[in-house]
């Protein structure tokens, strides 16, 4: 579907009939998390720059939030800009960030009719002026938007989450604050920078990479991931109902057994 024709909320009735249709199959993910990959080998195969697939990433972003808002997905994390993404040339990471800077100025009013609420992740801090206070401003602007968080990782990385966790963790120590025989997972959880969103159900990466790269590493624990050739710029609505599809099909045991299996006898004694 071309988002562009559409004005926010109007949806075709074919488009609302499979949400319905998935909405009834099972459970749709609370929480999806994306690793939104392949822009630049979509723009070669078209014999075009890099920063041709980062823009037609750009669609895919909108069609993928619309569709999840649509869907009852509490909250979406768009992989946007990784800490190691700092190393890419100056051209391309100057253009990402004008890209990010045209996306808000563009989306936000948007975001806003939908009634979602924007936030980030990241070493914010890192971004230039512009792009920070742009987004600090959508953030402020939709904050109290209740149907679904759109959640950009920005200047991110799982690693970088989990090292400012212990940081603060070890300042409190100090402090006197935390006893460090008490800390545990939930120590841990209310120290990342997503402590306010649940850990992703579902993880979908594109362009058939099978890595998280770097991705979040301590919140993905028990998340179900999905993984499609797809080149992110082609990664549309439809494909998102696929792996929300392969989701409801898991059986997420998160280490235990279902309570529908009987216990059996051992076979073979254990000593
Ligand atoms: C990975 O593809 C993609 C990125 C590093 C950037 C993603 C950015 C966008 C989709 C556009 C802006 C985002 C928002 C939220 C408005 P790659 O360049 O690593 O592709 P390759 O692996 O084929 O080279």
């Known amino acids: 579907m071309n988002t562009e024709e559409l004005t926010s909320n109007q949806q075709s009735p074919e488009d609302q009939e499979k949400q319905e249709l998935l909405q009834k199959r099972g459970e749709i993910p609370r929480h999806i998390a994306v690793i939104m990959d392949g822009n630049g ?11 041709a697939g980062h823009k037609a990433g750009v669609d895919s972003v909108k069609d993928i939030t619309e569709a999840c808002g649509q869907l009852g997905v ?48 990241g070493e914010i801090d890192r971004l230039p002026p512009t792009c920070r206070r742009e987004l600090e401003d959508a953030i402020a602007l939709t904050a109290d938007n209740k149907r679904m968080e759109l959640c950009l990782a920005l200047s991110y990385s799982g690693r970088w989450d989990i090292c400012q966790a212990v940081n603060r963790i070890s300042k409190k120590v100090r402090d006197g604050v935390i006893c460090p025989d ?39 624990a028990y998340s ?27 059986e997420r045991r998160f280490g235990k057994v279902l309570s529908h299996f009987e216990l059996e006898e051992p076979s073979v004694a254990i000593r």
Do not use: C
């Open 74 to 121: 509490g909250y979406l994390t768009l992989y946007a800009f990784s800490t190691e993404n700092w190393g890419r040339p100056k051209g391309e990471i100057s253009a990402l960030m004008k890209l990010l800077v045209q996306s808000l100025r563009n989306e936000t009013r948007k975001l806003n009719e939908n009634d979602i609420k924007l936030s980030s992740i």
């Open 182 to 220: 008490d800390i545990d997972d939930e120590t841990i959880k209310k120290h990342l920078s997503t402590a306010h969103i649940p850990d992703p159900d579902l993880i979908v990466r594109t362009s058939g990479e099978f890595r998280l790269s770097n991705f979040l590493l301590w919140q993905s």
């Open 224 to 250: 179900e991931i999905y993984i499609t050739d797809t080149y992110w710029p082609d990664f549309r609505r439809d494909e998102l109902y696929e792996a929300i599809k392969a989701y409801q099909s898991r």
């Open 41 to 51: 080998r979509w723009a070669k195969s078209r014999g075009s720059v890099r920063i």
